[in-house]
């Protein structure tokens, strides 16, 4: 992941550069771990869907928190994205 955008609760949030297809569309993957013991809970997220497209290590309420919090900073992300990414083609 290319953009730091932030750390709450221990939980570190990045996300890609836009992804453009014909087919599909922008998007942008959004990417949340925290360390545990053992590695690294993960989460992804996909945008603009904000569907949770992998998950380990967070409770389904985390979930619910991590999905919200998406959701809520899904503007911010695609105007950063814009402003210091780049859009990358994606195939098929």
Not at 10 to 38: C, Q, W, Y
Not at 63 to 85: C, H, M, Q, Y
Request: proline residues 3%; charged residues 25%; contains cysteine.
């Amino acid at each position: 992941m290319k953009h730091h955008y932030s750390t709450i609760d221990n939980i570190h949030t990045t996300f890609s550069d836009i992804h453009s297809s014909l087919t599909k569309g922008e998007s942008i993957i959004v990417h949340m771990e925290r360390p545990n013991a053992h590695g690294f809970d993960q989460a992804e997220f996909l945008l603009p869907s904000v569907v949770c497209t992998k998950c380990m290590g967070f409770t389904e309420d985390e979930l619910i928190k991590l999905t919200a919090f998406v959701k809520n900073n899904s503007p911010l992300i695609w105007e950063i994205a814009r402003e210091d990414g780049e859009i990358i083609a994606d195939v098929g």
